[in-house]
């Protein structure tokens, strides 16, 4: 038996999993949209918030899909060829990790 299962046997445990579940994916979810903002690959950590919370909540999964139509779409929109757009996440991904490795260390 894993851990979500031994947790969820109550009625208890199965609420304190959903609050916990929404803590934390909503946290992330709310970072994610201070990185859109800032730098950082904004998208993809707001993707990863809502993938945590879809494990619990239906409405999560399907507003990751939205929002992953949406960037798709803005994508194509910019006419890169794929290659350039992973590219281009990948080095935002890196510099944002540089920056926090230079932030920290002072």
């Known amino acids: 038996?894993?851990?979500?299962?031994?947790i969820k046997k109550t009625?208890?445990?199965?609420i304190v999993w959903k609050i916990f579940i929404g803590v934390l994916g909503g946290g992330i979810t709310v970072l994610?949209?201070?990185a859109l903002i800032g730098p950082g690959p904004g998208v993809l950590i707001v993707l990863a918030g809502l993938g945590i919370l879809a494990s619990e909540f239906a409405w999560a999964g399907e507003a990751?899909?939205?929002t992953k139509r949406i960037?798709?779409?803005t994508?194509?929109?910019?006419?890169?060829?794929k290659w350039a757009n992973y590219f281009l996440v990948s080095a935002a991904a890196l510099l944002s990790i540089v920056f926090i490795l230079i932030y920290y260390s002072r």
């Open 1 to 6: 038996m894993n851990f979500r299962a031994w």
């Open 71 to 73: 960037a798709k779409r």
């Open 32 to 34: 994610g949209g201070i």
């Open 64 to 66: 990751m899909m939205r």
């Open 11 to 14: 009625r208890a445990g199965h």
């Open 75 to 81: 994508a194509d929109r910019a006419g890169l060829p």
